[in-house]
DNA sequence: CAAATTTGACCCTA
DNA sequence: TAGGGTCAAATTTG
């Protein structure tokens, strides 16, 4: 499924880029090409479909696996034409909450500490359109500690730490992958609840870079705009919150194309 | 020159 | 013990 929602995705970016090469009165060959690629991708995600829809029907699972929460397209595309909303999530694989709380990531001697170390919470994000490097922007400034290779995958997965860690210990991460199948889709993986906007409400005048909450919720907006009911944040996870705006993320892209410019997309 | 990224080595968990 | 996550020195970037 997390595949056909891909194909879908994909598609619907590059009917926004067809859209771009309209307004640019693109030549007929070129508009031609996009309409191609336009409509084998849907067309293979419709088999695709039919094919699950098939199986389904051929039997019930015993355990119904966690609900991908489509947001809509839409929303996608309203995240590329308003900045402002650039940070909100397209598919919810599926939240997970651990037994330990952020405040138990301290407690071990050892800091490092694995798949126990508060929320996790996997998202699938297309990458930013126009330029299949970037990576989401999800309004926190996050420094990369880590890349590596993944057994069966074709590409690295690449690991980041809030940039407020040194500053006020804080504890979130995320992991960032393409997709094996599309290329165009990420993988993010957020672990562990963001701590340092919870300090920076009483320091918000007197430092820089810090996250700053400039307007609404983004997720709730989303999620009221398109009656997702399921996109909620995990009620023991009170200060996790993708929302709040960060100034300038630049030097993450430069990082994320360097990351990814020597993989073969063919 | 400071900050960010890269990358090989090390450590931990399943 | 394999594979994934993190560290930290080296390197790059602004």
Request: hydrophobic share 35%.
């Amino acid at each position: 499924m997390e595949e056909i929602l891909s194909i879908i995705f994909n598609g619907i970016n590059l009917v926004k880029e067809l859209e771009f090469s309209l307004s640019a009165q693109d030549s007929p060959e070129s508009l031609s090409s996009s309409l191609g690629s336009i409509s084998t991708l849907f067309r293979d995600a419709n088999e695709r479909l039919g094919i699950l829809l098939e199986r389904k029907n051929a039997f019930v699972p015993h355990q119904p696996e966690p609900k991908p929460v489509v947001v809509s397209g839409l929303d996608q595309m309203m995240m590329q034409i308003e900045p402002g909303l650039k940070q909100d999530h397209i598919v919810r694989e599926g939240v997970k909450i651990s037994d330990s709380g952020p405040g138990c990531a301290f407690s071990t001697p050892r800091p490092r500490r694995r798949k126990k170390d508060g929320a996790v919470e996997t998202v699938l994000v297309a990458a930013a359109m126009g330029n299949v490097d970037t990576p989401p922007d999800d309004n926190y400034v996050w420094r990369k500690y880590g890349q590596k290779e993944i057994l069966g995958s074709r590409f690295p997965r690449a690991y980041y730490r809030c940039n407020n860690q040194k500053a006020y210990k804080c504890p979130a991460k995320k992991q960032v992958q393409r997709l094996d199948e599309d290329p165009y889709m990420l993988r993010v993986t957020y672990r562990s609840s963001h701590m340092c906007q919870f300090f920076t409400i009483s320091t918000i005048s007197s430092t820089t870079a810090t996250p700053v909450n400039y307007g609404p919720n983004v997720h709730s907006m989303a999620d009221l705009m398109f009656e997702n009911t399921d996109s909620v944040v995990p009620s023991s996870e009170p200060y996790f919150n993708h929302d709040s705006l960060v100034p300038g993320a630049a030097r993450y892209e430069d990082s994320w194309n360097s990351t990814w410019q020597n993989y073969d997309m063919s």
